[in-house]
């Protein structure tokens, strides 16, 4: 042996004895030396740390975008797999009510808290106001005519814009008495629109609180008309939490009663409109009645449009956590699309999916408590979801059965 082979092979044995190690690890370390490492698999909302869903994030796909997930076989038909979930917009305080305009190409939604609507553009993606204040409205959409629909809190009331741009009252009563907060409305092709009207714009965050001694403000300390223009912050909570359907003629009928279905939010129709689904959700501000569930509700729609058998469709208890639902939306499959709250349970909040009998085929998960969800794009393919501060969107295999 050479000084030359034996000053390496010395200093190759103090490296190894430096380390703790002796001549019989050798090879063990030639063979982690070997061994390809583990491959490492696309970040999701629920690593450490979390995906980042900006545009400066990594990839979020190999082939299928790690935070959508099937439940169920059959979930993959309605998938689109090298779609990921992307972030388009955030800087809103509570994020609502997405609606995609089919002629304008541009998809809408409300920031209640900031009083404003925001309108996101297909061509270049810019964000811009799209009208401001907004009354603090909450739900949106479009009607079969193209004319957008939306639910106000601050006033307490359903209206219309029409084409020439002037603005129509649909509904701010029932039988004489005030609205509560009309929360998310659907057109039918009968002319007819129904809404729900739960009392969650009867708080300083979203609208106003009623006036001295009613639910929202029993003690009186509350200062309603704050910040408001002349005329607001007079109304006083005065009916049960019901839904309602406003007839071509102008005349509002209750359809669901607050027995029926307590603190209704969110609401859509089956693709043949003989089927209406109805989320449940938490007690709002002051109320005193039997509080919803956090569950969806499904009801016959009869020619006379008369509702009938109605029925819990699902408790919204994914692995034993409550996903909380809130917006509706069908496709043309006749699945349901529902938008989820799952408080702090990281990887449950988003969007669930269920078959027409109720069962659980898919989830979407987002880093962010999910509020409403709307089909759009120029093939309504493309899935919107208004999540807490943000706006997201997903491209699917499958279409929007409404329009807005």
């Known amino acids: 042996m050479t000084s030359q082979t034996s000053a390496r092979d010395l200093s190759r044995r103090g490296l190894i004895a430096a380390a703790g190690l002796g001549t019989a690890a050798l090879p063990l370390l030639a063979q982690a030396q070997t061994t390809p490492p583990a491959p490492v698999g696309p970040p999701t909302t629920i690593t450490t740390p979390p995906r980042d869903f900006s545009p400066r994030g990594a990839p979020t796909t190999y082939f299928s975008d790690p935070d959508v997930l099937a439940v169920d076989p059959s979930f993959g038909a309605i998938t689109q797999p090298n779609a990921s979930i992307m972030r388009l917009w955030t800087g809103a305080l509570w994020a609502e009510g997405p609606a995609w305009n089919a002629q304008g190409r541009y998809l809408l939604w409300s920031d209640i808290p900031n009083n404003r609507q925001l309108r996101w553009l297909e061509d270049d993606g810019r964000v811009s106001v799209f009208r401001l204040p907004s009354n603090n409205s909450n739900g949106n959409t479009f009607d079969f005519q193209g004319r957008q629909l939306s639910c106000e809190h601050l006033t307490r009331r359903v209206v219309r814009y029409e084409l020439d741009g002037s603005v129509s009252v649909l509904a701010d009563s029932y039988q004489g008495k005030r609205l509560n907060s009309p929360n998310d409305v659907v057109p039918h092709p009968d002319g007819s629109y129904w809404f729900t009207d739960p009392p969650y714009g009867g708080q300083l965050y979203e609208g106003t609180p009623d006036t001295a001694g009613g639910p929202s403000n029993a003690q009186g300390r509350l200062k309603p008309t704050l910040g408001q223009p002349p005329g607001m912050g007079s109304f006083r909570r005065e009916?049960?939490?019901?839904?309602?359907?406003?007839?071509?003629?102008?005349?509002?009928?209750?359809?669901?009663?607050?027995?029926?279905?307590?603190?209704?939010?969110?609401?859509?129709?089956?693709?043949?409109?003989?089927?209406?689904?109805?989320?449940?959700?938490?007690?709002?501000?002051?109320?005193?009645?039997?509080?919803?569930?956090?569950?969806?509700?499904?009801?016959?729609?009869?020619?006379?449009?008369?509702?009938?058998?109605?029925?819990?469709?699902?408790?919204?208890?994914?692995?034993?956590?409550?996903?909380?639902?809130?917006?509706?939306?069908?496709?043309?499959?006749?699945?349901?699309?529902?938008?989820?709250?799952a408080g702090r349970n990281v990887g449950y909040s988003g969007v669930t999916v269920w078959n027409p009998d109720g069962k659980l085929i898919g989830r979407i998960r987002l880093p962010e408590v999910c509020g409403n969800v709307c089909f759009g794009g120029p093939k309504r393919n493309r899935l919107f979801m208004a999540a807490s501060q943000s706006l997201y969107a997903l491209y699917v295999g499958t279409q929007g059965a409404a329009p807005g």
Do not use: M
């Not at 209406?276 to 039997?290: E, N």
């Not at 029925?311 to 994914?318: A, K, L, N």
């Open 239 to 341: 009916l049960p939490t019901n839904c309602y359907r406003i007839d071509p003629s102008g005349r509002v009928d209750l359809v669901i009663t607050e027995e029926q279905v307590p603190d209704p939010n969110g609401l859509c129709f089956s693709p043949d409109h003989k089927r209406l689904y109805v989320a449940s959700t938490g007690k709002g501000p002051g109320d005193t009645g039997p509080g919803g569930k956090g569950d969806i509700w499904a009801f016959d729609v009869g020619d006379d449009n008369k509702l009938a058998n109605g029925r819990r469709f699902s408790d919204c208890v994914v692995d034993g956590i409550k996903c909380g639902p809130d917006g509706l939306r069908c496709d043309v499959n006749g699945n349901l699309w529902a938008s989820s709250n």
